[in-house]
């Protein structure tokens, strides 16, 4: 069992920047590979960037490639996501979720066996 508390949304004008964290309990940490998803309303769940147990692999999407990092603290138990250049069409909730069985992260939401709750970006134009 693990649970996800996501923080660190909130709404800011277009270039500036954000850092989302979540934190996680209930499991060894480092065993896990963790992701950040969006969803913007009207649209699907969304891969943004995954990372692996030790925080050498990671993957981003085309959109957000160049402007928003992956990070994660397996002392603090917490990933991050700082993201640079918000662009108005980054305004979405955020989910951080994990995934117990891979070793090479995945980029698919269904493979993730743990969600947190969502924290709300909104950037403005």
């Known amino acids: 069992q693990v649970q996800l508390v996501e923080s660190g949304g909130g709404l800011v004008q277009a270039g500036d920047s954000l850092r989302l964290s979540c934190a996680a309990s209930g499991r060894t940490f480092s065993r896990l590979a963790m992701g950040w998803f969006r969803q913007a309303p009207g649209k699907e769940r969304e891969f943004v960037a995954v990372?692996?147990?030790?925080?050498?692999?990671?993957y981003y999407s085309d959109s957000v490639k160049g402007r928003f990092t992956i990070t994660r603290d397996n002392v603090r138990n917490t990933v991050y996501l700082q993201m640079n250049s918000l662009k108005p069409e980054d305004t979405a909730v955020y989910y951080c979720?994990?995934?117990?069985?891979?070793?090479?992260?995945?980029?698919?939401?269904?493979?993730?066996?743990?969600w947190g709750q969502g924290t709300q970006v909104t950037v403005s134009s």
């Open positions: 990372i692996g147990w030790s925080g050498g692999t990671r």
């Open positions: 979720a994990a995934d117990a069985q891979r070793v090479i992260p995945s980029i698919r939401t269904y493979d993730y066996d743990y």
